[in-house]
């Protein structure tokens, strides 16, 4: 199994501005994924994030608000900008795991709370 | 619209019994679904998945059972232990990569 680490695990931040969330895997991996977790609600994906093209973002999310870098097969980052309080929330990137199987690895998550 | 559904946001169990919780579904094209479990400040952790072709899956403590016709798929535990106090996410997985989870269930096993 992939062993995956976010930074920071926690932040609290004032509204307007950015956050940059780093997600790094301790291998090799094709796809990485980015969810939301909000306050009583289930994880929603943002977007896929695939090494060296754009991410694929899903309904109700923008690259404008949610940009998102993947420079190697190791590493990704999710910024969420011009932060609101309704983007408190927490954040996971997650990747495959076994071919076929659906299951997909998570890292810790970052709560981020917007004041 | 939500595609995959949990109704019972959390349930109790006493240690040693059998513990079920239940996951509803709308879309008929979903490949696996999974059962993911989730401890305060961590992220999820897979717990045990399904193929849409089978109807039965089992791995020691945990079985998931998967209904078709009903859309509906639910994970045992037995015998409940307290270190399964968790909350319980069900997930669907379409086209190969994207998961649809849905809202959770929380369970507590009590001594």
């Known amino acids: 199994s992939a062993v995956i680490s976010q930074k920071p695990s926690r932040d609290i931040c004032q509204r307007g501005t950015s956050l940059t969330i780093q997600c790094q895997v301790d291998s090799q991996v094709t796809m990485m994924f980015w969810y939301r977790q909000q306050p009583g609600q289930s994880l929603t994906l943002i977007a896929t994030?695939?090494?060296?093209?754009?991410?694929?973002?899903e309904s109700g999310f923008v690259i404008d608000k949610f940009p998102i870098s993947r420079p190697n097969l190791t590493f990704s980052t999710l910024t969420v900008s011009n932060m609101s309080p309704e983007d408190s929330s927490i954040y996971l990137c997650s990747v495959d795991g076994l071919a076929g199987s659906g299951e997909q690895y998570f890292g810790p998550g970052t709560r981020l709370t917007v004041t | 619209d939500q595609q995959v559904k949990q109704n019972s946001p959390s349930l109790s169990v006493q240690e040693g019994r059998i513990s079920i919780l239940n996951c509803d579904y709308t879309?008929?094209?979903?490949?696996?679904f999974l059962w993911y479990k989730k401890y305060p400040a961590e992220g999820p952790t897979f717990l045990i998945s399904?193929?849409?072709?089978?109807d039965k899956n089992e791995d020691g403590r945990f079985t998931v059972f998967l209904n078709k016709s009903a859309k509906h798929l639910s994970l045992h535990i037995v015998p409940s232990q307290p270190g399964d106090s968790a909350v319980y996410f069900c997930?669907?997985?379409?086209?190969?990569?994207?998961?649809?989870f849905g809202t959770g269930t929380r369970l507590q096993v009590f001594p």
């Open positions: 994030a695939n090494q060296g093209s754009e991410a694929t973002y």
């Open positions: 997930a669907a997985q379409l086209n190969t990569d994207k998961l649809i």
């Open positions: 399904i193929s849409s072709i089978k």
């Open positions: 879309n008929s094209m979903f490949d696996y």
